[in-house]
């Protein structure tokens, strides 16, 4: 069955151009002042995003006296963290098989720190009373072509042979009983490692948290650029951060910028920043709802390179995203790439191919955003300007979670400290650095078609075998 062009564009007629989490004038906090003038701290962490937003609060949390300021250039939440699909998932890997493939002998201790991160962040949202529905519903990976059902079965397998359990393979009855698709053939169910949330008030819930504990936070704050003084003394405030009316002097600082250009311009070749899309039904009826099953509400994804993500709201919308995945000559960023009207039209055909039954829904939302992605697809970290500022980047779409871990370990490098996690291998290495312009197009031009054909044929080509050669490799 292939869904007509005219009823996906029905479908998407009058769908509000914004994200549905960011649409809550009731619940969107009141905009913050902008710096004006001259500050001192001990931390300044730019950035506010997860990233930022949990170095804030875990900075608070190791040290109540510790005197942090927050600068976010728009405001909290605007970008990936008030956008993405609320997956909040474990793994701090991008998934078990880009973390068997790149840290085998790390994979039990990195599983082991997701989860216990996991664990960490629904602690949070208990302990501050954060209402982001979050509910630790788990997720589903799916077949839908048949080469993916031999992948999905040998994913059970690695973890098994990995010492890993939690997983579980479901043959095409046992995945359509728990979702109903004629284009699901199988699935693999992991119970516990994956969240689902809204993510907007997350970081609401987080920025609260932050101020609460005495984190001054300035909105509409772009940071210009970064210098450190030669001649600070041991302990002093050592770097300045620009701002366009005034300046941030500290001691340390944390940069949680992410997909947007570092202040660290030697870190720019590690990320390119790319757009992902996503739909938000209008609820679904009891019929609708009866017609789907998802009585589990797991969280949804298909095994493709180009795939789809999809979960139930707490009031029964469907979000339905991914597949495109969007970069722009230069590494640019524009508000006008928010907006893809192809895109939508493809990710409508697609949900109606995928649920036939839900063929009269209307899709209430339409929007996309920019991400950032490293060569490797999960996170790296480190210092620059002689340990006084630190980083984490590169969490290529699966930042919900790992952004707390990703703060926990800028934080560890700032103090110095030597723990369980600076001494992974995982936390010491960078991934490689993507070419110059024309050919980081060119590269990543090629790289999506040999993908695309990997999808329809279930084989990788000479061009994905070369990337897997040199680390570059993907196979999400």
Known sequence: MTAPPAAAARALHGASPVPYWLDEPDRRPAPLPALD???RCDLLVVGGGYSGLWTALLAKERDPDRDVVLVEGRQVAWAASGRNGGFCAASLTHGLANGLARWPEE???LEELGARNLDAIGATVERHGIDCDFERTGEIVLATRPHHVAEL???VADAEAAGLGGLTFLDRDAVRAEVDSPAF???VLDRDGVAMLHPARLAWGLLRACREAGVRVHERTPALSLHTDPGAGAGGPAVTVRTPRGSVRARQVALGTNAFPSLVRRLRPYLVPVYDYALMTEPLSADQRAALGWRGRQG???NANH????????????LWGGYDVVYHYGSRI???YDQRPETFERLARHFFETFPQLADVRFTHRWGGVIDTCSRFSPFFG???EGRVGYAAGFTGLGVGATRFGAEVVLDLLDGARTERTELRMVREKPLPFPPEPVRAAGVGLTQWAMRRADETGRRNLWLRALDRTGLGFDS
């Open 107 to 109: 994979i039990a201790r």
């Open 334 to 336: 524009r508000h006008a």
């Open 300 to 302: 949804l994804s298909d």
């Open 185 to 187: 053939l199988a699935g």
């Open 37 to 39: 003038g001259d500050e």
């Open 383 to 385: 210092t620059a300007h």
């Open 153 to 155: 079965r040998d994913a």
């Open 307 to 318: 795939f789809h993500y999809f979960r139930l709201t707490a009031d029964d919308r469907v």
